[in-house]
C-alpha cells in the first residue's frame, strides 16, 4: 500500500507541523558560507541534548598517538614529522590552530619530546592551548621560521635524514625546509599518519556514534516538520538547528528538490518542495571532534513507479555494497560490486550518467572525508577501526537523482552500521 506523507506520519504518530525560516543553503541546495543568527522559532524544537555522559579525546590518549606514529616513523627511517595547522595537528596535541601566511606547526620527532615553531607574539596564545612539551621556538616577523625548524632538529641530533610532511602542508612551508634544511629529505608523511588516523580507537567510534545518533534523530524531527512549498535553506536550516539542539556542531545540511536531485551537488535553480518531488538530504554533525554523514531521499506525497523503482536499486546497492566489506578485502572492490549491480539494470557502464558518477564512499572521522575511499582500483585492505561512508546513487540528469548514505565501521567480525539504513519509501526515517 502506497501512502502520502501526511498519511505516513499520521500512522507514524506524528503532526506535520509547519516551519520557516533562513538557512544554510540556497533554494537550489547548493552551500553557502554565512550563518545567519537563530530566531525564537526557529530554535524552538523541542529536542534535547544527546551528548551527556561524553568525555573528550584525553591527553593520554594523545600522547599514546604520538608514540604510535614514532613507531610508524622509525620503522620507515623517517627523522621526524611536520605538522601545521589542522586537523592531524589536532589528532595528535589536541590543539587547534588556523591557517596563515606565518608558520605554527609542531615538530613530532621519531625519537623524544614533542616540540612546537611558532611566532614570537603568538607563543603565549599558544602555550595556553599546548597540553605536552614544552619545547617551543619562536621568531620574529623579520626572521626565517624554517631555520628554526632546523635548527630544532640539530639541537636533537637530527643533522640529516628524512623529514616528513603531513600531506595537507601547503607548499610555501616546503618550499621553505627544503630551502633551510638543504640536508634533509622532505617525504610525505601520508602513510604515517594514515597509521595513526585510520584506525579508530573505541573511544572515536564511541564519538562517532554519537555523532550518527544525532544526526538520525534530527532527519526525524524534519521528517515531522517538512511542508510544500519550503525551499532546500527553509528544510536545510530546520535540520541545522535540530542537529544544534540535540548536543552536536551542524556542519552541513545539503539540501536538493526535484530535478536538483539529479546532480550530486545540487543545481542553482530554484526549487521548493512540492508533491510527487524528490527530496535528497546530505546533512552532517560533529561531536567532540568526530562527524557523522547521512543523506536521506524520499518522496513529498505519492510516489512515482519510476521513483520506487531506482530507490529500491540504491537501497539494493547500498546493501551490497556493505556484504562485500570484508576483512582482508580491497576498498576499490565494494565500488566494484555496486557498479556490477547497477550496470546489470542498464545504468553506468562505469562512472557514467545516468548511474553512478562519484565513488561509493569515502573514510570518516575527524574529517567528514579521509583515506581511503571506495573507489574504483583503491587496493588498501579493510582492516578493523577504519570507517567509512556508504553512499551508493544513481543520478538522471534533467530529471532526479536517489541518494542514500549511511556510514559504517569495520569490527573483528566485518562491517557494522553507525546508522540504520532507510527501511523502505515509505517509510525513509525508520519511524
Known amino acids: 500500500m502506497t501512502v502520502s506523507k501526511r498519511q505516513f506520519l499520521k500512522m507514524a504518530g506524528l ?10 543553503l540556497n533554494a537550489g541546495g547548493t552551500s553557502t558560507t554565512s550563518v545567519e543568527p537563530m530566531t525564537a522559532v526557529q530554535s524552538s524544537t523541542g529536542l534535547r541534548p544527546m551528548t551527556d555522559g561524553l568525555k573528550p579525546i584525553s591527553i593520554e590518549e594523545r600522547q599514546a598517538r604520538v608514540q604510535k606514529l614514532q613507531g610508524l616513523m622509525q620503522q620507515a627511517g623517517i627523522s621526524a614529522l611536520v605538522a601545521e595547522g589542522g586537523t592531524s595537528l589536532m589528532y595528535f596535541t589536541g590543539i587547534s590552530w588556523g591557517r596563515s601566511e606565518r608558520m605554527t ?7 623524544g619530546d614533542i616540540a612546537y615553531v611558532t611566532p614570537f607574539f603568538e607563543e603565549p596564545k599558544l602555550r595556553e592551548r599546548i597540553l605536552f612539551g614544552d619545547d617551543v621556538r619562536t621568531w620574529h616577523e623579520h626572521e626565517n621560521p624554517f631555520e628554526r625548524v632546523i635548527q630544532l632538529l640539530n639541537d636533537r641530533g637530527f643533522q640529516n635524514g628524512k623529514l616528513a610532511l603531513e600531506e595537507t602542508t601547503r607548499y610555501f612551508i616546503a618550499d621553505g625546509l627544503k630551502k633551510a634544511g ?41 521528517a515531522q516538520n517538512i511542508q510544500k512549498g519550503m525551499t532546500g535553506r527553509d528544510v536545510g536550516m530546520m535540520m541545522r538547528q535540530a542537529q544544534i539542539d540535540l548536543g552536536a556542531r551542524s ?12 546532480y550530486p551537488h545540487g543545481s542553482k535553480q530554484p526549487q521548493v518542495v512540492e508533491e510527487g518531488g524528490i527530496v535528497l538530504m546530505d546533512c552532517g554533525a560533529e561531536v567532540l571532534g568526530y562527524e557523522s554523514d547521512i543523506s536521506r531521499t524520499f518522496v513529498y506525497g505519492e510516489p512515482s ?10 537501497r539494493e546497492g547500498q546493501e551490497v555494497a556493505f556484504e562485500a566489506a570484508k576483512l582482508g578485502t580491497p576498498a576499490g572492490h565494494v565500488d566494484d560490486v555496486v557498479r556490477k549491480l547497477y550496470e546489470a539494470r542498464g545504468f553506468g557502464p562505469g562512472y557514467e550518467t545516468p548511474g553512478l ?12 572525508h579521509e583515506s581511503v575511499n571506495f573507489v574504483h582500483n583503491e587496493q588498501t585492505v579493510l582492516a578493523p577501526g577504519m570507517c567509512f ?32 539504513p532507510s527501511e523502505s519509501l515509505d517509510n525513509p526515517f525508520n519511524l
Not at 105 to 111: D, H, L, V, Y
Not at 203 to 221: G, K, P, S, W
Not at 305 to 314: G, H, N, P, Y
Not at 407 to 412: A, K, P, R
Open 305 to 314: 513507479k519510476r521513483q520506487r523503482e531506482i530507490w529500491d536499486l540504491v
Open 105 to 111: 606547526a609542531a615538530i613530532i620527532p621519531a625519537e
Open 251 to 262: 556542519l552541513f545540511t545539503l539540501v536538493l528538490l526535484n530535478e536538483a536531485s539529479a
Open 357 to 368: 558518477p562519484h565513488r561509493t564512499g569515502h573514510g570518516i572521522g575527524m574529517d567528514g
Open 15 to 24: 503532526s506535520s507541523v509547519g516551519f520557516m525560516g533562513a538557512g544554510l
Open 182 to 222: 638543504p640536508n634533509f629529505e622532505l617525504v610525505s608523511g601520508t602513510d604515517v599518519v594514515l597509521g595513526c588516523r585510520m584506525y579508530k580507537s573505541t573511544h572515536e567510534i564511541q564519538l562517532m556514534q554519537a555523532a550518527n545518533d544525532i544526526t538520525v534523530r534530527a532527519y526525524q524531527h524534519v
Open 389 to 420: 561512508s556508504n553512499e551508493p546513487g544513481l543520478y538522471i540528469y534533467g530529471e532526479f537523482g536517489v541518494r542514500m548514505e549511511d556510514c559504517l565501521y569495520m569490527t573483528e567480525s566485518g562491517p557494522k552500521w553507525f546508522s540504520k
